[in-house]
Structure formats: structure tokens, C-alpha cells
């Protein structure tokens, strides 16, 4: 399929999302293996690849495993792309500012991102205010995700289905107007998780709390700070708060809805229509990370390589528990072990990215004031998702016919609170929801 001829796509957007962009301000986490290759810039490698060189970025969170382990375990080049860079990112406007300069101004080409995110720099949500066509290759995870309270709460008793949590809101209001839920980044995932809870408990986001945007790493910190009451983030985050008992775990995000999309792995649309077969190798490779991520045998390993100071920079401790499937809520609640809803790489389709998911994500940004009412998103997706090279990539990573998805829809959806959401009709979906910015 021909991508983005696609600079003639241009659809006209609100503000560009909050967030200041430093386009430096990442830590370079090249491999320094002297054995790897170098192509000179003017001359394709002789592997048959367009490139072998690609710059990606990632942030400190669990579910950007797959891009450390393609790395650390030699995957990259074991698909001919020997010379890439995986490069920390203090933000995800950090992530956004640095797609849209590219590798040849000194950013990324590619990332580990927020699967709405490239939908909406593709929708002109940038620095510039200009489109940044992007290409969703893979998704990296499924669930994995919480939201967490401030300790404050832990007798109000906050889980997944609190009626009282509206009663609750206001009483702390009345103390505390200002009242604050911290998400990483306006229209992704955690942003849409926070607003879905709140909302089917019977609390307007727009009018009954502030939600706020908060880098991944810097969430623990401000919860101690007492700048917010609730927060919404990845891995390992919400387990650090809990093990150095700052705040409680009110839900992981698997219960609101069973095996929902989380991250994706983007890259720029025309660094893919130029490469792509590179892109095709990228792919492949992360694809390979994510089958030994998923492995039980490798998670102590993985912990031990990703918390590493180059890495996370974060205890091993904070991590394995949510992988394994550990969920210690932190409040009243027994810990669960081998909760059927963890983070998978790999397991049950989840590095598939699914068209109908993507769908989703794009009705609640509607939803939410984001984008347009107006934005044809069945043809959006299309432009942005690129299920057709996946497929060709699991092909090359030697994944099994039976194993790759036959169709771009998983179908109905069915959230925690009995809501559908028919990928088919998703004007009816956004029709029956009650809250809505609009």
C-alpha cells in the first residue's frame, strides 16, 4: 500500500496537545559493540536493506521491553539492521518534538509510543502545528497499566467500580478546589483509561476534576509532593508507589478492559516509504523481542537488563511483581498472583496491531474534544496502520501461519461497566456515552 504521498492528507485540528519539546534532552543509549557495522550514508548495505541505520526512542516504562531486548540481545542485527540507536526520551512531547525533526535534525526516526499518538502528530498535533504522517508498525504490549491513589483515599476503599467515588471527589473539593488526576499525555491511553473510570463511576472529567499531563517518571514524585491525587501511568511506577507506600493501586487497567492495545511501536511515514524493508526488519526484530519477553523463563532476566541505570534506573523489585502477574493492591485488598489480565508482548495477538482497536482510540479522542467530530477515522486508520507489514515481518521472524490475525477487527469490545464498542458503529458508540467534552 502506497504511504503518504500522504504530505496531501492534512486535517484540520484544535491546539497542538501541552508539553515543552527538548530535543536533546534524551540519553543515548547506542549499542557499543565495536563489531557492529557502519554503512557510509550515500550507499545502501549490502544485505539488500535500503538502510541499516535508525534511530528509535523509548521511554522508562515496562511495555518499551521489546525495543531493549531487540537491542541488548543482538536481534536488530540479527535482521541486518546493525547500527541502531535506542535513545531515552524524558517525555512524550519529549517522543513527539523529536519524531517531528527526524534523525537528520538530530531526533528519532521511530519510537516506542502511545498507540493514539501517532494519530494525532499524523493530525497536525505537533510543535509546528503541522501534519507529521506516522506509521503504526506493531503494537509492543497489552494492558500492564494502573491508576493509583494517594493515600489519602485508602479508607474511601477506590477500586475499579466505586459508586461512592463522585461523593468522594466532592468532599476533598471542598477542602482542596484545585483537585488533580495526572495522566502522561492529553488523548493517549492513560489520558482515555483515567477518563473511562471516571466517567463510569459518575464523575464528569471536565468538570469535576483537572487533568493534568505528567511525564511517566516524574508520577511518584508528585504524588509524594501531594500535587495530585490520582494518577494514571505504566509500569513500574505504579508498583514503586506501593512499595515505598506513598499511595495505593485503585485498579490496573486490565479490568477495565480485558486485553485492551496500550503501546505501539511508530515510525515517521516517510522514513518507512523510503525503507521499507528496514522497516520491515525493524519490525521483525521487535516482533522476535517480544516472543522472549513473554517467555516465563526470561522475565528475571529482562528485569535485570531494563533496570538498569542506562535503562530505568529503577529497583528490579518494581518491576518483576507486575510482570509475573503479581498485583499488590496496597490498600485492604489480598495481592493477586497470576492476574489473567498482566501486560503480554506477545500472548493472545497482542503485538498484532488491530485496525478496530486503533478505531477506538480515535472515537474517544472525538469524544474528548481531541479531534474533530468531523475526521473520517476509518480512513485515517488506514493511512496510519500498517497491519501489512507486520504481517510480512512475523512471516521473516518465522511466526506461524496460524498465528497471524486473518482479519483487522477483533471484533466487539465489552468494557468493565458493560459498555460495547462495535468497531463497525462507533458512531453508536459515541452517541450512548453519557460525559463528553462537546
Same mark, same amino acid.
Given at each position: ?44 548495505? *549490502? ?130 478546589? %484545585? ?70 493501586? *485503585? ?65 528490579? @523489585? %518494581? ?11 496496597? %490498600? ?69 501461519? @496460524? ?36
Amino acid at each position: 500500500m502506497s504511504q503518504f504521498t500522504r504530505r496531501k492528507f492534512i486535517v484540520s485540528v484544535g491546539a497542538a496537545a501541552a508539553g515543552s519539546v527538548l530535543i536533546n534532552a534524551c540519553t543515548n543509549n547506542k549499542s557499543t559493540d565495536p563489531k557492529a557495522a557502519t554503512t557510509d550514508p550515500g550507499k545502501a548495505p *549490502a544485505n539488500g536493506l535500503e538502510t541499516n541505520k535508525a534511530r528509535l526512542g523509548f521511554i522508562a516504562l515496562t511495555d518499551s521491553s521489546p525495543l531493549i531486548i531487540a537491542l541488548e540481545k543482538g536481534l536488530f542485527k540479527k535482521y541486518g539492521m546493525t547500527d541502531v540507536e535506542v535513545i531515552k526520551q524524558a517525555s512524550w512531547p519529549v517522543t513527539s518534538g523529536n519524531l517531528e525533526v527526524g534523525s537528520a535534525g538530530g531526533g528519532i526516526d521511530g519510537a516506542h509510543i502511545l498507540s493514539p499518538m501517532p494519530y494525532l502528530l499524523t493530525l497536525g498535533k505537533t510543535k509546528s502545528k503541522q501534519p507529521l504522517p506516522m506509521n503504526i508498525l506493531a503494537r509492543l504490549n497489552t494492558n500492564g497499566q494502573a491508576i493509583s491513589i494517594a493515600s489519602s483515599y485508602k479508607e474511601a476503599k477506590i477500586a475499579l467500580k466505586s459508586p461512592n467515588l463522585k461523593e468522594v471527589i466532592s468532599k476533598v473539593k471542598a477542602a482542596k478546589p %484545585d483537585l488533580k488526576a495526572a495522566v502522561t499525555f492529553p488523548g493517549g491511553t492513560h489520558d482515555l483509561w483515567m477518563r473511562y473510570w471516571l466517567s463510569a463511576n459518575g464523575v464528569d472529567p471536565t468538570k469535576d476534576i483537572s487533568i493534568i499531563p505528567v511525564p511517566p517518571p516524574q508520577m511518584v514524585a508528585n504524588m509524594k509532593a501531594g500535587t495530585m491525587e490520582m494518577f494514571c501511568v505504566g509500569e513500574p511506577w505504579n508498583n514503586q508507589l506501593v512499595n515505598n507506600k506513598i499511595g495505593s493501586i *485503585a485498579l490496573v487497567t486490565g479490568e477495565i478492559w480485558k486485553d485492551h492495545p496500550e503501546k505501539a511501536f511508530a515510525m515517521r511515514a516517510d522514513w518507512v516509504e523510503k525503507h521499507p524493508k528496514a522497516a520491515q526488519a525493524l519490525t521483525a526484530a521487535i516482533i522476535e523481542a517480544q516472543q522472549w519477553c513473554d517467555k516465563a523463563e526470561n522475565k528475571e532476566e529482562l528485569v535485570k537488563i531494563v533496570s538498569d541505570a542506562k535503562w530505568f534506573k529503577v529497583p528490579p @523489585a %518494581d518491576i518483576l511483581g507486575p510482570l509475573q502477574g503479581d498485583v499488590n493492591y496496597g %490498600d485492604a485488598r489480598p495481592p493477586v498472583k497470576g492476574f489473567a489480565n498482566a501486560m503480554k508482548f506477545w500472548a493472545d495477538n497482542a503485538s498484532y496491531p488491530y485496525q478496530s482497536h486503533d478505531l477506538w482510540f480515535l472515537t474517544e479522542n472525538i469524544r474528548w474534544g481531541y479531534i474533530p467530530a468531523t475526521t473520517d477515522i476509518k480512513a485515517l486508520v488506514k493511512k496510519v496502520n500498517r497491519s501489512d507489514i507486520w504481517k510480512l515481518a512475523a512471516k521473516q521472524a518465522g511466526v506461524k501461519e @496460524a498465528e497471524i490475525p486473518t482479519s483487522d477487527s477483533r471484533g466487539v469490545e465489552t468494557f468493565f461497566d458493560g459498555t460495547k464498542f462495535d468497531p463497525a458503529k462507533p458512531e453508536e458508540y459515541l452517541k450512548g456515552l453519557k460525559f463528553k467534552a462537546a
